[in-house]
């Protein structure tokens, strides 16, 4: 079955406990990108990644790295987390930026 | 930089009415996104048009790139349509970063 795993699904944290959210895809897709949604302000664009090794930022990059050194996993890592990071994030992938895009389930994050 | 706007923010109908949801944007772009979230929080991709129209089931979309708006529509809404409708963007015309809008929730009620 095609799909986006991403993991964890919900995790609480304390400010400043470096985390990894994990994002891995089974469909080949070049393409992966990773958002963040929180109430009033939508979906935004955190990184997103055309290829391996080939990373670029998004509306929201502060606080967040990524790598891409596998084609099929693009984890996000927060190397000091602050409350503000808390929301829902999801992974997506998708053959190019111009092709329909398919989500993660999500992972609430809740950072205090 | 884009900027996009969906119309309108909320929507109820009645099961069974055409349904209309509109996403203006300011820069020249290649091609629109248009996506579903579920009440559950999932999202799915419904729409990728760079012009003209689109037809998925009684999902329609179209695109003008000129006058740079879109429209979803959904023809014999149905209580299962409730969700909320997003647009997406590329940032400007040869980037692929992507802009969304802040959605357009949709209720239907039998």
């Known amino acids: 079955e095609a799909q986006v795993t991403q993991n964890p699904r919900y995790l609480i944290t304390v400010t400043g406990k470096k985390l990894t959210v994990t994002c891995s895809q089974n469909?080949?897709?070049?393409?992966m990108s990773w958002y963040r949604q929180d109430p009033g302000l939508g979906l935004r664009q955190i990184y997103y990644?055309?290829?391996?090794?080939?990373?670029d930022k998004g509306d929201v990059p502060e606080g967040y790295k990524v790598s891409r050194k596998e084609k099929r996993n693009f984890p996000l890592i927060l190397e000091s987390p602050s409350p503000n990071q808390t929301s829902l994030y999801f992974c997506?992938?998708?053959?190019?930026?111009?092709?329909?895009?398919?989500f993660g389930d999500g992972t609430r994050l809740s950072i205090l | 930089k884009n900027e996009v706007e969906q119309s309108p923010q909320n929507l109820t109908a009645q099961e069974g009415e055409f349904i209309t949801i509109n996403c203006s944007y300011s820069?020249?772009?290649?091609?629109l996104h248009w996506l579903q979230q579920h009440p559950g929080g999932g999202i799915v991709s419904l729409f990728m048009?760079?012009?003209g129209k689109k037809k998925h089931g009684r999902l329609i979309a179209t695109i003008n790139i000129q006058e740079k708006h879109s429209s979803l529509h959904i023809t014999a809404s149905h209580p299962r349509d409730s969700a909320v409708y997003i647009c997406?963007?590329?940032?400007?015309?040869?980037?692929?970063?992507?802009?969304f809008g802040t959605g357009t929730r949709l209720q239907v009620f039998p």
């Open positions: 997506a992938s998708s053959l190019s930026w111009y092709q329909p895009q398919h």
């Open positions: 469909m080949n897709h070049e393409y």
């Open positions: 990644s055309m290829n391996v090794e080939v990373t």
């Open positions: 820069v020249g772009i290649s091609a």
């Open positions: 048009l760079s012009s």
């Open positions: 997406a963007v590329p940032e400007s015309y040869n980037t692929d970063k992507l802009i």
